[in-house]
């Protein structure tokens, strides 16, 4: 898709990120960009995934000593190479904060965040209880 039709800047975050399938099975991942609308997650070398599929993934923030992570409920909208395209479908309300967060901290020019969150204050996600 042409970078220029996008809605939402995609911010270069490399961290773990569990995908759990919709027949529950789950594949520890990076991330490689993250938007408000979705990421683009690298998958494990030979792990193939079903491009209409549902899925959770979880941001994994910090492991130890207290497990932090954001999930979201996603769809799956392609698949090239070693890489899965994510739509974020809902994020679960207690971890909406945080990515916001997490967004505006890692982007080297978070104005254009704050803008997009102006233009579009409720995205397109739901939260999830």
Known sequence: MNANLRKY???PIHM????RMSNGRMHKC???NISFGGALIDLPQGVKVDSDDTCEVALVLQEKPERIEI???CKMIHMEDNQ???QFV???AEHYRDFVYMMVNEVEDP?????????NPGYEISTIK
Do not use: A, P, Q, W
């Open 71 to 73: 999930k979201f409920k």
């Open 111 to 119: 104005d254009i965040l704050l803008e997009e969150m102006s233009k």
């Open 90 to 92: 809902g994020v679960y």
């Open 30 to 32: 990076i991330s490689n």
């Open 16 to 19: 773990t990120t569990e995908l």
């Open 84 to 86: 899965v395209g994510l």
């Open 9 to 11: 800047t995609r911010v």
